[in-house]
């Protein structure tokens, strides 16, 4: 779940400002608090972001761990190595 504190930090990410009970008090002195139309906006275009990469988080829990990929170098199981993953990918598949 993105939050008001995540889109704040994208836009602007040296603000200083706290969030409380879903308020903002801006503590920056230079920079300009965000509109709640403009932090509305970040965290929708932000949650898009996360929601088209979901394939990724899914992709890692299975892929082969790095324990595994290192012992199939070592062992000349390269071939092996990318089957498994071309496995995990096509049950996975990156939406464009």
Same mark, same amino acid.
């Given at each position: 779940? %993105? @939050?008001?504190?995540? *889109?704040? =930090? /994208?836009?602007? $990410?040296? *603000?200083?400002?706290?969030?409380? !009970?879903?308020? =903002?008090?801006?503590?920056?002195?230079?920079? @300009?608090? $965000?509109? +709640?139309?403009? %932090?509305?906006?970040?965290?929708?275009?932000?949650?898009?972001?996360? &929601? /088209?990469?979901?394939?990724?988080?899914?992709?890692?829990?299975?892929? $082969?761990? %790095? +324990? +595994?990929?290192?012992?199939? %170098?070592? !062992?000349?199981?390269? !071939? &092996?190595?990318?089957?498994?993953?071309?496995?995990?990918? !096509?049950?996975? $598949?990156?939406? =464009?």
């Amino acid at each position: 779940m %993105i @939050t008001k504190t995540d *889109a704040i =930090i /994208s836009l602007l $990410p040296e *603000a200083s400002f706290v969030v409380r !009970d879903n308020g =903002i008090e801006w503590r920056d002195k230079v920079q @300009t608090q $965000p509109t +709640e139309a403009e %932090i509305q906006a970040e965290m929708t275009r932000l949650q898009a972001d996360y &929601d /088209s990469k979901q394939y990724q988080r899914d992709r890692k829990s299975e892929y $082969p761990s %790095i +324990e +595994e990929c290192v012992h199939a %170098i070592l !062992d000349g199981e390269l !071939d &092996d190595l990318q089957i498994k993953r071309q496995v995990v990918k !096509d049950k996975y $598949p990156k939406e =464009i």
